[in-house]
């Protein structure tokens, strides 16, 4: 098996130099047939991923490109592989002893994040482009598991993307964006697309748009054999004190359920504890002055979602519930506040009746989070943005030594804003 874990970035810089690294168990000293941990790191603009040997060129920008033009575009962009190959035939993906190394090379423009999903038991990467050096309106580009590397699969029309959710009904795929700012307004839509096997080729299709307002985050789950979706609302260009919603499939379509209040909502997360479902939003700022604010835990009642905690955070810009063994956590990344990127991230824990502080971690301009585990071993990963004076900062590896997260590994990135972790078999 594959392990592969991603870090996305988005900063406007002229030039990127980008680290790619894999961890490898202690018996572990080969590439081929053994187990690696891949770590993937998103620059900006015109920047390049790294991902295992192989360079692509950078994705048009084109918004509505026809199927034949993507078709071309891909086919262009997917023959630059072998080529690439040749020349990085030098650089190798090597396991080493407790840490991450080598890389992959991926063009984005402006990537916020990815998302991993299967379709058929193939691999599937789906990129948020957030921006070009001009504009919003750019492809996001879905990626496909060749085999041997993530080759381009679809280009799909994106504005301002800041996050996809893949999720399945009555084997039907569907991949949902939020879509922040289309250079103008945060009042637009974003879109949920429908995997079309019967399309030749098979690609995702419009299916159904959601009114949002800068919206940052969106999340699928179910209870009780019902799907929703949560959507962060961020801004509707006025204030940050604003709904966000939550809506449920009514077995066409997805409509309106419940509307939740929430201060720049950056990102939502679905956990359930004790066999209760519950929300947690993590709010980013109170108003134009001010990001100390509550994120807040919401729990299902039966019918409806109801505020359960506060948590005080500071510019919260991502937030992870996670469990190891029997404890449940609940991590929070803050990346700005009070004037300053150099800000302190949280996990807290579950006592039974609340979710108390445990951690405090100095974590500069947290952007991103994720709580993974490798044959027993559990890791916090945190991407930092900014460190105050530039975006060559060094995002952080946590690993748990059964009380608390010590520092496992530093990463070099470039304004590195998420991480992804996944398993390829």
Avoid at 151 to 178: C, N
Wanted: glycine share 6%; aromatic share 14%.
């Amino acid at each position: 098996k594959k392990k592969i874990m991603t870090s996305a970035a988005c900063v406007l810089l002229a030039h990127l130099c980008v680290v790619w690294h894999t961890v490898a168990l202690a018996e572990h000293k080969g590439f081929v047939g053994v187990k690696n941990h891949d770590l993937y790191v998103v620059p900006p603009e015109d920047g390049t991923v790294m991902v295992a040997e192989y360079d692509l060129l950078a994705i048009m920008s084109t918004q509505d490109a026809t199927i034949s033009q993507q078709a071309s575009q891909i086919q262009d962009l997917n023959a630059q592989i072998s080529t690439q190959a040749a020349l990085n035939s030098a650089i190798e993906c090597r396991a080493q002893e407790n840490g991450f190394d080598a890389s992959m090379h991926i063009l984005t423009e402006g990537a916020i994040s990815w998302k991993h999903f299967a379709i058929n038991d193939v691999p599937f990467l789906a990129v948020a482009n957030y921006k070009n050096a001009t504009h919003h309106n750019i492809n996001s580009v879905v990626y496909r598991w060749d085999g041997a590397q993530f080759v381009a699969f679809q280009l799909i029309p994106t504005v301002g993307a800041r996050a996809w959710e893949h999720f399945e009904i009555d084997g039907t795929h569907y991949l949902a964006v939020a879509n922040w700012f289309d250079s103008v307004t945060h009042v637009l839509d974003s879109q949920v697309f429908r995997f079309d096997e019967e399309s030749q080729p098979a690609q995702f299709v419009p299916f159904q748009r959601i009114q949002t307002k800068g919206g940052h985050d969106i999340r699928h789950f179910v209870i009780a054999e019902a799907h929703y979706l949560a959507v962060a609302n961020w801004y509707d260009d006025v204030s940050w004190d604003i709904n966000s919603e939550v809506l449920k499939w009514n077995g066409t379509q997805f409509e309106s359920f419940q509307l939740l209040r929430t201060h720049g909502a950056s990102a939502w997360e679905h956990f359930v504890l004790d066999g209760t479902h519950h929300l947690v939003v993590a709010n980013h700022r109170a108003n134009s002055t001010s990001y100390q604010t509550n994120s807040e835990v919401f729990r299902w009642n039966g019918s409806q979602f109801v505020s359960f905690q506060l948590i005080p955070t500071l510019g919260a810009s991502a937030c992870e519930p996670f469990a190891i063994d029997d404890a449940h956590f609940l991590a929070f990344a803050s990346w700005y506040g009070e004037g300053s990127f150099q800000t302190t991230s949280e996990v807290l824990k579950w006592n039974g009746a609340q979710f108390v502080s445990l951690q405090l971690f100095s974590t500069p301009g947290a952007h991103g989070m994720a709580a993974f585990s490798i044959d027993g071993m559990h890791f916090l990963a945190m991407a930092s943005w900014h460190d105050t004076i530039d975006h060559y900062t060094t995002s952080m590896i946590f690993k748990w030594n059964g009380a608390q997260f010590v520092s496992f590994q530093p990463v070099a990135t470039t304004g590195a804003t998420d991480w992804e972790h996944f398993v390829i078999d």
